[in-house]
């Protein structure tokens, strides 16, 4: 053999190692299921942890919404059945011949006033000669009147409701200059 046929023709070893080597680059059917398995399964995870999470947001959403709507549709209601109790109270103003007819419309009143309470509404404190706070109270007239003092309610026309510090019905009022 020529020197340059030797040069050519690998030993035993390099033989070995080249066939060692082209046997790593071509990947084994088995090796090659397996990796997209792995990837399947990894995006697979990805997807269900990024559903987990989803879910959990919308279930937090669902429980803010849940728990502010409640607040808003009590205090709907109830304003929807505060003129009536002004009618009654007005109804109960007036004089009554029949002394029971009088009693069972305060005994009407007294039971709304109840039912308020159990609700948490309470009347707003609007006073003659209180201060007005434009948080509580809706003024409506302005009078003249040197025995007031400035910015104090010269007079009650409506009562107002709040629940907490939700206000359901301003105070109507007239206030003093």
């Known amino acids: 053999m020529s020197e340059k046929e030797k040069k050519d023709t690998p030993s035993c070893e390099e033989a ?26 990894a995006e697979l995870n990805d997807k269900l942890l990024r ?7 919308f279930r937090k959403r669902s429980v803010k919404e849940k728990e502010a709507i409640y607040p808003e549709a009590k205090a709907d209601a109830v304003a929807k059945f505060i003129p009536v109790l002004d009618s ?31 609700a948490g509404v309470e ?5 003659v000669g209180t201060p007005f706070d ?3 109270h809706n003024a409506v007239m302005h009078v003249e009147n ?4 400035p910015n104090t309610i ?19 009022v007239q206030v003093a200059n």
């Open 134 to 136: 434009p948080n509580w």
């Open 146 to 149: 040197d025995e007031m003092e």
């Open 154 to 172: 010269a007079q009650v026309f409506q009562k107002g409701y709040r629940m907490g510090e939700r206000v359901i019905r301003y105070s109507m």
């Open 123 to 127: 009347e707003i404190p609007a006073e």
């Open 51 to 57: 559903t987990l999470a989803e879910y959990d947001n």
């Open 88 to 118: 009654m109270e007005r109804a109960a103003g007036f004089e009554c011949t029949d002394p029971e007819y009088k009693k069972g419309v305060d005994m009407i009143i007294h039971s709304f006033h109840e039912a308020l309470t159990a």
């Open 16 to 41: 070995v190692e080249n066939e060692s080597a082209e046997t790593l680059s071509e990947k084994d059917p088995m090796q090659e299921k397996l990796e997209a398995a792995e990837q399947t399964i």
